[in-house]
């Protein structure tokens, strides 16, 4: 592991975000955070900098080349209500998948929920039913024939929605069927 560090400042100029220890003092691996440095982008973007965190129980000596006097900005915080929303919203889309396979539902079902709930994120399943907006319901085998709700703007623009969708697998099922032959007629004519 110490190489790979070494390896990875080797010939990049970074500052480091930890507090310095007075020579001669010690500490044991787990009473001090591991060392932050940052460089400069290796994307090249200006704006933006490369931060590495490197574990000092794995470092046996360090060469302190320029010693910088002035104090680096902050780093930039988290948007941790953020974060957290986002990871409970993916929480409730795996469940959501897990439910359908559970249940049951096939796999066409199960690639057409994905798809309205790409539109519409007002989306659950109840039983093997799809349920949009509390308003749409698609049963099996989720054609358009089998959307059922009150007439109207939302009842119109899922049918769309489910239209659309099997027209783009029909799509891709073509497609992957020429491919497929072409791909035949190909190894035909060179044996």
């Given amino acids: 592991r110490e190489r790979r560090a070494e390896r990875l400042l080797l010939g990049r100029q970074c500052e480091s975000r930890r507090a310095r220890t007075s020579p001669g003092?010690?500490?044991?691996?787990?009473?001090?955070?591991?060392?932050?440095?940052?460089?400069?982008?290796?994307?090249?973007?200006?704006?933006?900098?490369?931060?590495i965190l490197i574990n000092l129980a794995y470092v046996s000596d360090v060469d302190i080349i320029n010693d910088r006097t002035e104090t680096p900005p902050p780093l930039a915080s988290l948007n941790v209500s953020k974060l957290a929303n986002r990871a409970r919203t993916e929480k409730e889309d795996k469940l959501s998948q897990a439910y359908a396979i559970s249940a049951g539902v096939s796999v066409e079902g199960q690639q057409l929920f994905q798809t309205i709930h790409k539109t519409i994120k007002d989306c659950k399943w109840q039983e093997k039913n799809i349920i949009v907006m509390d308003d749409v319901v698609?049963?099996?085998?989720?054609?358009?024939?089998?959307?059922?709700?009150?007439?109207?703007?939302?009842?119109?623009?899922?049918?769309?929605?489910v239209e659309k969708h099997f027209r783009d697998v029909e799509s891709q099922k073509s497609m992957q069927r020429s491919q497929a032959q072409q791909t035949q007629k190909d190894s035909t004519l060179s044996s």
């Fill in 25 to 51: 003092s010690s500490s044991s691996p787990g009473d001090s955070p591991p060392s932050r440095c940052q460089c400069a982008s290796s994307s090249g973007k200006p704006n933006l900098n490369d931060v």
């Fill in 138 to 161: 698609i049963s099996p085998p989720y054609q358009v024939e089998n959307c059922k709700g009150k007439e109207g703007s939302a009842l119109s623009h899922v049918r769309k929605i």
